[in-house]
């Protein structure tokens, strides 16, 4: 058990001699992504009117920003924050317009760039040490994880399978784990996947960290034995392999996939987009540049296509699927594509309830839940409302922290937080399953 444990005082300590040998190894090449998020601001805007929100979207649209909450500009309306990501080059003309049309608005970052490099993320690669020590409290590279998934899967095979349900755009495989005891016969399961988008890197952390959890204290917690006796978990880590790849090496705020258009130099698709479910209607982009561009056709990303069908075998026995993004700080359940409540509303809304009443009940954190349409915004082709019409009864979309203040960059600091206080909502969900609802 000596490889779940964090060694953050060593890390910590070694952190700095190791930038320092990078500098010395890479003069010129200290700076991340090639500084290409140098004077970059991320701005809140906030329209009081309908004019003012209209205005707001023809200048998006003019400087090109890059949407981080709400994730397309069509979102943009009275009264809803929006928060974007301006490059250096617009962030003058934007701040302008806004005094100039008397728009409220706060800069939530003044510089991405510096953000960046100041541990709100992303640092240089270090030598990372043994798995046996593997620390859960820093931001994963896809190979570490995959590493790490290898390793639990030699190391604890009673509770753990580790197998592959298909292959990246890439060729990457898509790894998934098994977690639970293999006491019965016939067990219900629970489906978990994290890094739907690229950028959001707190999901992947998360998955990682529910398996320790699960290997650390399934022994003495009775909640998490009775958890991994009675269900199975099916979890993976990282769902959009090729973008999070893509988000460590190239651009930290890649959301979608990484698949070619053949009429259009713009890669990738929306992978919560191209779902069969009113696929391509509201909230879903038909442009390929668009960051929340739907697809050629439902499934056409093979990422997709694999949970799809992975989820079509297996629906007999998966009560739950969850799903994990960031940020926002909300706990969604369908519909998603309507406003209209699901048949099994008063089941699903008490789950909800009692998970984030237990997430608070840790640091205090309020998260907002409820239908997604009308508690975020209206999307259609999402993965949660696939898997509620596919039959799965208790779908779930999470949004963890924050609510703008780092937005993407969350700091690791606060991995161990987040990951504290989601638990205990997982778990409440976790024990609703194995209750009837009446
Ligand atoms: C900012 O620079 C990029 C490329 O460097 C260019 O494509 C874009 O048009 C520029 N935007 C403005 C508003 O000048
Ligand atoms: C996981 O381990 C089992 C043996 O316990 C092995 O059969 C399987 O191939 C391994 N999975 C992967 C993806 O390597
Ligand atoms: C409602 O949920 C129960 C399990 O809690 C399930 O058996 C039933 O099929 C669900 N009904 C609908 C309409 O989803
Ligand atoms: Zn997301």
């Avoid at 906030?46 to 200048?59: D, G, M, R």
């Avoid at 204290?217 to 978990?233: E, Q, V």
């Avoid at 988000?247 to 929306?270: E, I, P």
């Avoid at 519909?335 to 009940?361: D, G, H, M, Q, W």
Wanted: hydrophobic fraction near 35%; include cysteine.
């Amino acid at each position: 058990m000596k490889f779940l444990g964090k060694p953050r005082s060593q890390t910590a300590a070694s952190l700095p001699l190791c930038l320092l040998f990078l500098k010395i190894l890479q003069p010129g090449h200290s700076r991340l992504y090639s500084n290409r998020y140098a004077g970059d601001k991320v701005i809140r805007l906030i329209p009081n009117s309908e004019e003012e929100a209209y205005a707001l979207k023809k200048i998006c649209r003019q400087l090109k920003v890059d949407l981080w909450q709400p994730s397309s500009v069509s979102h943009v309306s009275e009264g809803i924050v929006t928060d974007v990501h301006v490059p250096q080059n617009g962030s003058r003309a934007l701040l302008a317009f806004l005094q100039e049309a008397n728009i409220l608005y706060k800069i939530l970052i003044e510089d991405l760039q510096k953000a960046l490099e100041q541990g709100s993320g992303l640092r240089p690669p270090r030598n990372r040490r043994s798995l046996s020590e593997y620390n859960y409290e820093v931001y994963h590279s896809l190979e570490e994880i995959q590493n790490w998934m290898q390793y639990l899967n030699n190391t604890h095979s009673g509770l753990i399978h580790m197998f592959s349900i298909g292959k990246s755009y890439e060729g990457r495989p898509l790894f998934v784990l098994k977690l639970g005891r293999r006491s019965r016969a016939y067990k219900n399961a629970v489906w978990i996947d994290c890094g739907i988008h690229a950028r959001e890197w707190i999901g992947p952390a998360f998955c990682q960290w529910f398996v320790k959890e699960a290997l650390l204290t399934y022994k003495s917690d009775p909640t998490m034995r009775k958890m991994m006796n009675h269900l199975y978990f099916y979890i993976m880590p990282v769902f959009n392999v090729d973008g999070y790849h893509f988000s460590w090496t190239n651009d930290r705020f890649w959301r979608k996939t990484r698949s070619r258009n053949s009429r259009f130099h713009c890669r990738g698709v929306d992978a919560n987009r191209n779902w069969k479910v009113k696929w391509c209607n509201e909230g879903a982009s038909m442009h390929p540049c668009d960051d929340t561009y739907c697809g050629p056709f439902p499934e056409s990303e093979p990422e997709v296509k694999a949970v799809a069908n992975f989820l079509r075998k297996h629906k007999k026995h998966i009560k739950a699927y969850l799903s994990f993004h960031a940020y926002a700080q909300m706990l969604l359940y369908p519909y998603s594509y309507k406003y209209a409540t699901i048949p099994n509303f008063s089941c699903v809304e008490s789950a909800a309830y009692k998970a984030v009443n237990a997430l608070r009940s840790v640091y205090g954190v309020r998260y907002r839940y409820g239908p997604a349409s009308s508690t975020l915004y209206v999307s259609s082709g999402s993965s949660m409302d696939w898997a509620y019409k596919t039959g799965i009864p208790y779908t779930f979309a999470f949004e963890l922290r924050d609510t703008g203040h780092f937005g993407f960059l969350l700091p690791e600091m606060l991995i161990q937080p987040t990951c504290t206080e989601t638990m205990l909502a997982v778990k409440n969900i976790a024990m609703h399953l194995l209750r009837k609802c009446p």
